[in-house]
């Protein structure tokens, strides 16, 4: 009895959190030249959580009050057959439960406080889709000035002339990325290949999902360098609890996800001796002497002419502007990047035991001047 009472107050608690979630979603009409442009193309967030939000904490719902109670039991079996159910909602209900369960139970063994007998905020995601996400950027700098969601289903060449237009009629760099996931609330993530990938990327997004309800979360659209940290932070803790799950999974040696590219009559051969992150590192750099010298147009060629060269060595990579080193450079840990933060949280995360206890560190900070003081109080005054 007492631990139904304590489920259902686990619900009560979602249900709230959802809802706190859904009222900070921006989607209330500001409409800029750039929205004009995508208006029947724009990703509704509000009717996403309207349509998931209930529908997914329903069949939880079906589930508790259900005669067998062993539907409630969750194993990493049910993984198993993941790909050849992937369009049956209600066996992607129990897929999401389980990978909701692993990675929880992951997060406990790393010392993340529980309220009573569960997580708070509670673990919950949704697979199979997550939105695309249009760039922009100015062209005399890389700078993520603007972005607005779009539907998945948008076709490339819409996505082409949406990225045309804004170049010739609003001079705009601007770029639709496929985001891998977002941290709406469950948070959603795409289709992908892999089971591990899968695992640290609901790892990512709840790493968000918890931050959000601290200064260091509210405080990620502050400047880009606190979007930076916040997106570091989120790669390095997803990574390793994602990790950890799959290692747990892969006890199971015939659970693992089919890989689609298999089935792919042509397949994409790359150069062992091609060294993407240096050259691409290398390309970053090179764009940004351009342009700290106004020489856009030869920046643009530059660009251009790399995307080719990465292609030609296996690496294909749709468009390369400096609205795609706006995106990608945000997150540290890619060559794109030009921050030192990600190499700093490594350092810190060397210095503490666990997850929590990194995150625990770093939860409290608002501002990109109280991270690096307490860097250097840890890392550099101890040198």
């Not at 060449?157 to 941290?183: D, K």
């Not at 210095?351 to 250097?376: G, P, T, W």
Request: net charge negative; glycine share 4%; aromatic share 12%.
């Amino acid at each position: 009895m007492f631990s139904k009472i304590v489920l259902r107050l686990k619900w009560l608690i979602i249900i709230i959190i959802g809802i706190f979630f859904f009222l900070f979603i921006n989607d209330v009409p500001k409409i800029s030249p750039v929205e004009k442009l995508v208006i029947d193309h724009k990703y509704n967030l509000v009717l996403w959580e309207l349509t998931n939000f209930p529908q997914k904490w329903l069949f939880k719902i079906k589930q508790f009050f259900s005669v067998n109670e062993s539907v409630l039991d969750t194993s990493i079996y049910n993984l198993c057959d993941y790909p050849e159910n992937e369009k049956d909602s209600n066996s992607i209900s129990y897929y999401e439960e389980t990978l909701e369960s692993l990675v929880t139970s992951i997060l406990v063994k790393e010392g993340f406080p529980i309220w009573g007998d569960f997580m708070f905020p509670p673990v919950d995601t949704k697979l199979g889709g997550a939105p695309n996400l249009l760039v922009i950027s100015p062209r005399d700098r890389i700078e993520r000035i603007e972005e607005i969601l779009l539907n998945p289903s948008i076709p490339l060449s819409t996505i082409e002339h949406i990225e045309n237009t804004l170049l010739l009629e609003q001079n705009l760099s601007a770029i639709v990325i496929e985001l891998g996931g977002i941290a709406t609330y469950p948070s959603s993530i795409a289709e992908m290949d892999k089971l591990e990938d899968i695992l640290i990327t609901v790892s990512h997004e709840w790493i968000h999902h918890y931050l959000f309800f601290h200064p260091l979360g509210q405080s990620i659209y502050r400047d880009s360098q606190m979007t930076t940290l916040n997106e570091s932070i989120a790669v390095i803790l997803g990574n390793e609890i994602g990790r950890q799950v799959w290692e747990e999974i892969k006890l199971n040696n015939n659970c693992i996800l089919i890989d689609r590219l298999n089935n792919q009559e042509k397949k994409i051969l790359k150069d062992n001796s091609f060294n993407f992150n240096m050259v691409m590192q290398e390309t970053r750099e090179k764009v940004d002497e351009y342009l700290q010298y106004d020489q856009i147009k030869i920046a643009e060629d530059y660009m251009h002419n790399q995307r080719d060269l990465f292609e030609s060595n296996g690496y294909p990579i749709r468009k390369i502007n400096q609205a795609y080193f706006s995106f990608y450079g945000t997150y540290a840990n890619r060559p794109e990047s030009i921050s030192l933060t990600y190499k700093y949280l490594l350092e810190i995360r060397n210095k503490v035991s666990s997850s929590y206890e990194f995150v625990a560190l770093m939860q409290d900070i608002s501002s990109y001047e109280e991270f690096l003081s307490i860097y250097n109080e840890l890392i550099s005054d101890n040198v």
